[in-house]
């Protein structure tokens, strides 16, 4: 029973995501940074800022789902940082670098893999990736937004696109209101 309820949810979710677009409207800056999640870090004192996720579906079937994540320290410095889930079915694709604008991501690194649900069209794998990047890039991109490549082992990426108008609401939610 919990697989097939498993399952459902999974499907109605790859469903719901097939028809985005790569474009988020003007008025969606608002609900990106009235959607950010902003926490308290206890560990440092400073502040984490979860963007909303971005969901979309590749040509191989790839589930993707990202995001953008800062850490704001008690000082003021900010780290940033793109997360990358990316669900798909078997065989094992095992991603391993990530291009930013054409450029390879020295930032790159694999946070997790995981093997869920087996059904006659295969088994289910999940991948989480998170690519660090700076302050300056991202205001660089604000004006058009940018494009990541996931590439795995065996030959098959995923595009990625990191909209303008999500940027600008996640700064500014990040930003904090200005006085």
Known sequence: MYRIIVLLIVSLGLIACRGNDKVVSAWEINDVYQSTIVSSNPSTGGKTY???????MDAANTFEMFSLRAEKSTQGAKTYELLVHLTYFSPWRYYESANLLNKPAS?????SREAGICEARGCV???L??????DAFLREQTDKG????ISSKTGISSDLFVPAQYLK???QAVDGPKN
């Open 169 to 171: 609401g996640f700064l």
């Open 146 to 149: 940018f494009q990541v490549t």
């Open 129 to 134: 990736m998170s690519i660090q990047v700076t």
């Open 107 to 111: 930032t790159f690194k694999v946070v």
């Open 125 to 127: 794998f999940k991948e």
């Open 50 to 56: 979860q963007g909303p996720p971005i969901n979309t």
